[in-house]
């Protein structure tokens, strides 16, 4: 799945390393990302390909999807911990939780192809279920 065109303007997105974006991090500047220059929104890759980790995102959505890893990972980086398990297997479970708690699917629920309103709700899931975690 490459992202083509961007969702915001329609026009092609490129592939740019990380120096195009992020010129001062130089630990990301050889990894690959999709990028529209016009909204000055991006995506990474992952690790060794040209396989976006999500959709394209401007600001406000690349702001989202902060707060919503920083609500979800630490629940299931508990199960890890607790349970003893894989990462892959604690966060396949926090994933599978989380698509029931928002009535998706679990192919669809992924933050990183969530907009903005996904991302605040996963936020509203996490921290109700934190505070009594």
Same mark, same amino acid.
């Given at each position: ?43 990474? =890759? $992952?690790? %060794? ?6 959709? #394209?995102?401007?600001? *406000? ?47 669809? =629920? $992924?933050? %990183? ?6 991302? #605040?709700?996963?936020? *509203? ?9």
């Amino acid at each position: 799945m490459k992202p083509g065109v961007c969702s915001y303007c329609d026009k092609p997105a490129r592939l740019v390393f990380g120096t195009a974006i992020y010129p001062h991090r130089d630990d990301l500047w050889t990894k690959l990302f999709w990028y529209c220059a016009p909204c000055d929104a991006w995506v990474g =890759c $992952h690790q %060794g390909t040209d396989t976006p980790l999500g959709r #394209l995102a401007n600001a *406000e959505l690349r702001g989202a999807k902060q707060r919503a890893h920083a609500a979800f990972d630490p629940l299931w980086q508990r199960k890890q911990v607790r349970d003893g398990c894989s990462k892959q297997r604690a966060r396949g479970a926090g994933y599978s939780w989380l698509a029931k708690q928002m009535g998706v699917e679990p192919k669809d =629920c $992924h933050i %990183g192809m969530f907009d903005v309103q996904q991302c #605040l709700r996963v936020v *509203e899931i996490c921290r109700s279920i934190g505070a009594s975690a």
